[in-house]
């Protein structure tokens, strides 16, 4: 049992989180231009110029398989730092900021929407599920 | 003083090297003192010595340098020279010094344990100059002020070259209407300032890289703004023709583009270091492999003082190395089959760098057996890397190349030396990354020369930018030869069809056509009559580049995506591309790595 802040976002109804350390900022999408790569795998939206910087953009949508939505007013980058290296990870929204209980996931989850190798720990607060991204899976 | 502690370390290694080469020359003074030009370097460092240690407030230290710049004028003026009892006590002060460094080494402050001896230095300085000034009063007395002026003048002609010939006049004329003392003074302050001139000059600032890599990010920044401005600039220059605010605007960015290049060639300046820096690590290296291998190997090293950017120098040490050992390990044969062959029984490795054009070449020559070309096709279709058809249509500089592919080995058994899983492959990756380029040339029995050519700089080349459908691609300019607009038949005729290869015709030699957007998997809307042929030049081989669109040329800052390319990562394993690059616009071009991109389109033939 580990008590972490997160940064939680939303996709596709599901609250997912990424421990708020490895978080370095949230952008919308309008504030900067995605560029399109051509070669790269499905998931991939693009490339950003973070202040010099760039930056990948993964669409979690697209990497989870789940049918694609639209940018809309609340659609995210979270920009994360893995491994010393910097990734955008478009959400469909953040649901907030905050400390949660969470534990090792040890088996997978039948409600789960995407696949349990993506998920390293799961918590949950007022009856709501929240999973922890393991982030170095996402991007690999 | 606290404030000034961050300047501490860099006291201390500046006043350590002053210390050291003070007593070499001191050493040098002690074996041959002729002239007055002998004593210029000694006098040089205590003054640095003098002004370093007064700058943070070292007073005895400085008390003491200023005596020791003092007895050194004298000599410089030739009245007084150096005898074995004066020469004992500077080599004492140079004991002191190093005593002094090294209390300020522990604990930023001098021991005052040591002021006694300090002061007793000082004195006996004083008293050597207080002698050689008796004995100059009486020539003085005997002698007219004419003499003077010549030992004056001659001083001033005994300054190093910096002073000008308008400044010894000065002095001169000077001399005749002031008095000799006055005189004296002030060649005194004129030598003081050509020797700050001179310090500046020999005894280089030492500035932490990171502030000089800062410094350069900061410059790719400025560089990617400028081209943006200069677009700007542009439509502004479209929308209001007549606008006095934007003329003006437009003369800005012109000065602001020049500015620009001189800052960036600069900095680059600042970074550059000569290649001596590995070079001399490859002798022992070398020296130890072959009494290994019991091999006699003769190594000479030309072109050391070449100069590159030290992000490259640093980068080039491991690929060198390992071409070396290559070298060392599979190129020269043994002794004995080297004099069955009737060659020399001791083998030549020649490693030499030099400029050419806007790139520093560096060949690693040796006098063994060669490449079996032979051998490398089968290896390469044994390892499934290309199809026995296809190999039998390249030509034997094309089926050189894939000892540089990975999972390519020609060694028969992994050995100490050689193995260690990494090949020519990793090689060759190294020197791409550094936008530089490998090629061999090698004959069965005579030898392998390996020629590695990097760019002067690193992460600011120019490009041209070529437009696939909605993306941009950046070709390394200086690869560019011609560009060739495929319009009317005439041209398009030149295009032809051999087996599965396309060739195009490029003045009388049939060299392979290489269509740019397919390779990156973008499907073109133009009509294969309407393509762009750019002429690229790789490797001494041209290849003829389709592409759509010709947008430009610009100065453009490789920014690496290495980090997320490779399989299990982000990217995958996308190739052909170097890095991206932000353009003018905002949006990104990505850099071709031409040398790839050829490989790429010869295996999917």
């Known amino acids: 049992m580990a008590n972490n802040q997160y940064v939680v976002s939303e996709i596709d109804g599901e609250k997912y989180c990424i421990e708020i350390s490895k978080v370095k900022e949230i952008k919308r999408p309008k504030e900067i231009t995605i560029n399109e790569l051509p070669n790269t795998p499905y998931s991939i939206d693009g490339i950003i110029n973070l202040r010099g910087d760039v930056v990948p953009i993964l669409n979690l949508r697209k990497k989870f398989k789940l049918e694609a939505s639209k940018i809309s007013k609340e659609t995210r980058i979270i920009i994360a730092m893995v491994d010393s290296v910097l990734v955008g990870l478009l959400v469909d929204k953040i649901y907030t900021v905050d400390w949660i209980n969470t534990s090792k996931l040890s088996e997978p989850l039948e409600m789960m929407k995407i696949d349990s190798h993506y998920i390293s720990e799961i918590g949950s607060k007022d009856e709501d599920l929240f999973f922890v991204f393991d982030l170095e899976k996402l991007i690999s | ?605």
Not at chain 2, 241 to 263: M, W
Not at chain 2, 575 to 601: C, E, T, Y
Request: charged content about 30%.
């Open chain 2, 1 to 605: 003083m606290s404030s000034l502690d961050y300047l501490i370390p860099m006291f201390l290694e500046d006043t350590k090297e002053y210390i050291d080469y003070f007593e070499k020359e001191l050493l040098k003074l002690a074996e041959n003192a002729d002239g007055p030009n002998a004593y210029n370097e000694v006098f040089r460092i205590t003054h640095s010595l003098k002004s370093v240690s007064a700058t943070l407030g070292f007073e005895k230290m400085s008390e003491l340098s200023h005596h020791m710049e003092d007895l050194f004028l004298k000599c410089k003026s030739d009245t007084m020279s150096l005898n074995d009892e004066i020469l004992s006590q500077l080599f004492k002060c140079v004991d002191i010094l190093r005593a002094i460094h090294l209390s300020i080494s522990k604990s930023k402050i001098m021991d005052v344990e040591l002021y006694p001896t300090i002061d007793e230095l000082i004195l006996d300085i004083e008293v050597f100059i207080a002698e050689s000034e008796e004995n100059i009063e009486t020539i003085e007395i005997e002698e007219s002020k004419e003499t003077s002026k010549e030992t004056i003048s001659e001083v001033a002609e005994a300054l190093p070259e910096e002073i000008s010939v308008e400044t010894a006049k000065e002095i001169k004329g000077e001399i005749n209407d002031e008095s000799k003392t006055e005189a004296v003074e002030k060649t005194t302050k004129e030598m003081c300032m050509t020797c700050d001139n001179e310090t500046t000059k020999l005894s280089t600032i030492r500035v932490e890289i990171e502030k000089i890599d800062k410094v350069l990010k900061l410059v790719g920044e400025f560089i990617v703004d400028k081209e943006i401005l200069n677009q700007l600039g542009q439509n502004l220059k479209k929308s209001f023709k007549r606008d006095p605010d934007v003329k003006n605007l437009l003369e800005i960015i012109e000065h602001i583009n020049s500015v620009g290049t001189e800052i960036q060639n600069t900095v680059m300046e600042t970074r550059m270091l000569p290649l001596e820096i590995i070079f001399d690590r490859f002798p022992r290296a070398v020296k130890e492999l072959s009494m290994k291998l019991d091999k006699k190997i003769d190594f000479s090293i030309s072109g050391q003082s070449t100069e590159l950017d030290r992000g490259i120098i640093e980068q080039l040490h491991d690929p060198l190395t390992h071409i070396i050992r290559n070298a060392i390990g599979h190129g020269f044969e043994s002794k004995d089959e080297r004099i069955k062959q009737g060659k020399d029984p001791i083998g030549k490795l020649k490693l030499s760098a030099k400029y050419e054009a806007n790139h520093v070449v560096i060949e690693i020559e040796d006098d063994g057996r060669g490449i079996d070309i032979d051998n490398v096709k089968e290896k390469a279709i044994t390892n499934g890397l290309i199809s026995r058809e296809s190999a039998e249509s390249l030509s034997d500089d094309e089926l050189l190349h894939y000892i540089f592919e990975p999972g390519f080995s020609t060694a028969k058994k992994v050995t100490e030396l050689s193995g260690r899983g990494v090949g020519l492959d990793v090689v060759k990756l190294n020197i791409n990354r550094l936008n530089g380029m490998v090629n061999i040339k090698t004959k069965l029995g005579a030898g392998t020369n390996f020629i590695v050519k990097l760019p002067l700089t690193l992460a600011i080349v120019s490009a041209l930018l070529v437009k696939e459908d909605k993306y941009t691609f950046g070709l390394p300019l200086a690869s560019v030869v011609e560009i060739i607009r495929l319009k009317g038949d005439v041209e398009v005729k030149k295009v032809h069809k051999i087996g599965n290869r396309e060739v195009f015709n490029w003045r009388d030699q049939i060299i392979p056509v290489i269509w740019l957007g397919k390779s990156f998997g973008v499907d073109s809307p133009l009509s294969d009559n309407k393509r762009i042929v750019v002429i690229i030049n790789y490797a001494d081989q041209k290849y003829a580049f389709a592409v759509d669109q010709i947008s430009g040329e610009q100065e453009i800052v490789i920014k690496s995506i290495g980090s997320y390319i490779g399989s299990g990562k982000l990217f995958g394993d996308m190739k052909g591309v170097v890095g991206v690059s932000i353009l003018g616009n905002g949006s990104f071009a990505q850099i071709v790595d031409i040398g790839a991109l050829i490989r790429m389109s010869t295996n999917s033939i």
